[in-house]
């Protein structure tokens, strides 16, 4: 199997064993319910596409930097603050969809609004 489409599933987990899918390069887990992903999913080294907006995640796993095949990376309508520091390791990343977050913090210091702030 090279492609899985679990969106709108209102699911609230993904086992830890979907690491064992290996073969994976599309996974789209979009309009759930997820809180969190697994750190397993570091070991989907295949994918290059990977949907988790829509969700309720305030975090992503630092195994997602293992993902250097990744082409795009869909984040957007989550409760993420901060964009994650892994994303410096997807040498492939050509598309990263962080709208609608409540982003305040970038890895190389505040947003804007933050320093018209100060």
Request: net charge negative.
């Amino acid at each position: 199997m090279t492609t899985l489409w679990l969106n709108g599933n209102e699911l609230t987990a993904v086992p830890d064993t979907i690491g064992n899918l290996t073969a994976l390069t599309t996974l789209g887990l979009s309009d759930n319910q997820l809180t969190a992903v697994p750190e397993t999913i570091g070991n989907l080294t295949s994918l290059a596409w990977l949907g988790l907006g829509g969700n309720q995640l305030t975090a992503v796993p630092m195994a997602i930097g293992n993902l250097t095949s990744l082409i795009t990376l869909g984040l957007s309508d989550n409760q993420l603050t901060a964009v994650p520091k892994a994303i410096g390791n997807l040498i492939s990343l050509a598309e990263l969809e962080l709208s609608g977050n409540p982003i305040t913090e970038r890895p190389n210091g505040p947003t804007s609004t933050d320093a018209e702030r100060a």
